[in-house]
């Protein structure tokens, strides 16, 4: 009965925040939600894994020209391995899988250890890896009072807990500005 209650009250909080007047998301809800799911199958019923593949994140302004644009700026190498710690056409860490929840492939293990690799090269997987690590950082970064593509972008090069230092300090943030100014949304 508790999982119930959960999932209908972070339903209505995102069906909610969709229609807010300046399209912010209510950013707890996604990690609420796994938290009691969480705590609900640790109680002992319920396999949290794979009810986690069952949960489908809705982020406002995060949407599929926002993905290919992120991908764009983080060179979208489709072919892309692993190297340096980064994985996959978006170049995701294990760090920020791991901030995600560790998202995995259909009927994966999270505590396999290619899990994050298998995931973050694959397109789709790692776009639930970047919903979800969103879902937890995701916020108006350059405070213009809304969150939207520029400040996932942000996220995605500095990390959720410091998305609002400026690109233009450093080369390689100067690259990423200038390859999301190619983006046509």
Same mark, same amino acid.
């Given at each position: 009965m ?10 209505? @909080? ?6 807010? %007047? &300046?399209g912010?998301?209510?950013? $707890?809800? +996604?990690?609420?939600?796994? &938290? @009691?799911?969480? &705590?609900?199958?640790?109680? +002992? !019923? ?26 764009? $700026? ?11 710690? #980064? ?6 860490? &294990?760090? #920020?899988? $791991? !901030? @995600?929840?560790? %998202?995995?492939? %259909?009927?994966?293990?999270? !505590? ?25 950082? +995701?916020?108006?970064?350059?405070? !213009? +009072? ?5 400040? #996932?972008?942000?996220?995605? #090069? ?7 230092? %400026? ?5 390689s ?5 200038? @390859? ?6």
């Amino acid at each position: 009965m508790k999982t119930i209650y959960v999932l209908i009250l972070c339903t209505i @909080a995102l069906s909610s925040a969709e229609d807010h %007047p &300046r399209g912010r998301m209510i950013q $707890v809800c +996604g990690a609420e939600l796994a &938290r @009691a799911v969480k &705590r609900v199958c640790e109680d +002992g !019923d319920l396999d949290f894994f794979n009810l986690q593949h069952l949960q489908r994140i809705h982020i406002t302004n995060l949407n599929g020209s926002c993905f290919r644009c992120l991908c764009h $700026v983080a060179g979208c190498d489709m072919s892309r391995g692993c190297s340096e710690g #980064y994985c996959g056409p978006f170049f995701i860490s &294990r760090v #920020y899988w $791991v !901030d @995600a929840g560790k %998202p995995t492939l %259909p009927d994966d293990d999270p !505590d396999r250890k290619e899990a994050f690799e298998d995931c973050a090269r694959d397109y789709h997987c790692s776009i639930k890896i970047i919903e979800s690590y969103m879902a937890k950082f +995701g916020k108006d970064c350059n405070d !213009d +009072g809304v969150t939207d593509c520029f400040d #996932y972008m942000m996220i995605n #090069y500095h990390g959720g807990r410091a998305c609002s230092k %400026p690109l233009v300090l450093t080369q390689s943030g100067r690259r990423w500005l200038q @390859a999301y100014r190619q983006c046509r949304f």
